[in-house]
């Protein structure tokens, strides 16, 4: 069952085309890294996932209901957290996580004590005094403090130093095993996508250039390392080349859809060694981005 899905959406923002017949969908359960350079279109497109901008066509349901419209009892069923905080300043943190738990049936102040302490929030700073980094820790209790069925995490990240951030990312993936918890996560570390997400999406220009499994990813874009006693022939046979170089008998190519089974055949052909790389997916995803 989708718990978010997507079909033939656009966004445009101003003159600008943000957001291009984007079709994906979130199972339940499920864990979807979102990544795109600067510019792509993913504050966009999740702004829209969770009602704060409306799609000029096209549609988006979450949890069975039109995201735009969504009704209450939705609502307390999603966590967000924004690429920049934005709080209550004049509030204490204490104050401000009572505020928002004022909105929640099942909001749990233990959790959130817990929280508190393991990120060392003072309950009682000014929330105007926290650092930015300090300001993204309140945000993202926020959202945990009601333990959401879907979370949706906008650059959830960046500003934390490595310790709070690896202990997010586990509260991440405890979430998901323990409640089934759906998250969509967007992020420039890509190591952190590849430790919580069994899926990605990669957004360019607005459109999606891949959706789908990170495995199926790295199987699907590979590097090619070819050494010929001879010269190499000006055309290779290899249909969808992303990136070739060479250098005297020899080229790395990165290529995509490539069947490993015609490696043999094309040693024999080109009388020449191949080798075989496995990207990770910053790597890959460099490479789609070239």
């Not at 979130?26 to 409306?54: F, R, S």
């Not at 300043?89 to 909105?103: C, I, N």
């Not at 959706?211 to 874009?221: F, R, T």
């Amino acid at each position: 069952m989708n718990i978010l899905s997507f079909n033939n959406v656009k966004k445009r923002l101003g003159v600008k085309n943000v957001i291009k017949n984007v079709t994906l969908e979130l199972k339940e359960g499920h864990v979807l890294g979102l990544l795109g350079q600067n510019g792509a279109g993913k504050t966009t497109l999740l702004k829209l996932a969770v009602g704060m901008l409306k799609a000029d066509s096209g549609q988006i349901d979450i949890m069975g209901q039109p995201s735009w419209d969504m009704p209450n009892h939705v609502k307390e069923r999603i966590g967000y957290v924004a690429q920049k905080a934005t709080h209550f300043h004049w509030m204490k943190v204490q104050e401000l996580l009572d505020y928002t738990g004022a909105f929640y049936q099942n909001w749990d102040s233990t959790k959130v004590k817990n929280l508190l302490n393991t990120w060392k929030l003072d309950p009682n700073a000014n929330v105007a005094a926290l650092s930015e980094g300090q300001q993204l820790r309140l945000s993202i209790i926020q959202s945990m403090g009601h333990s959401p069925d879907l979370l949706i995490l906008d650059e959830p990240v960046a500003s934390l130093d490595p310790i709070v951030r690896r202990y997010f990312i586990k509260q991440v993936i405890d979430m998901n095993i323990d409640k089934g918890t759906s998250v969509i996560l967007s992020t420039h570390i890509m190591s952190d996508i590849e430790r919580v997400a069994a899926d990605v999406a990669i957004l360019k220009e607005g459109e999606l250039s891949y959706c789908g499994g990170l495995d199926h990813l790295k199987e699907k874009v590979v590097k090619l390392q070819l050494h010929a006693q001879g010269g190499l022939p000006q055309n290779l046979p290899f249909e969808h080349i992303l990136h070739e170089a060479r250098q005297a008998n020899m080229a790395i190519l990165t290529v995509t859809d490539f069947d490993i089974t015609r490696i043999q055949q094309i040693e024999k052909d080109l009388e020449c060694q191949i080798q075989l790389h496995t990207m990770n997916l910053e790597d890959i995803f460099l490479e789609l981005h070239r």
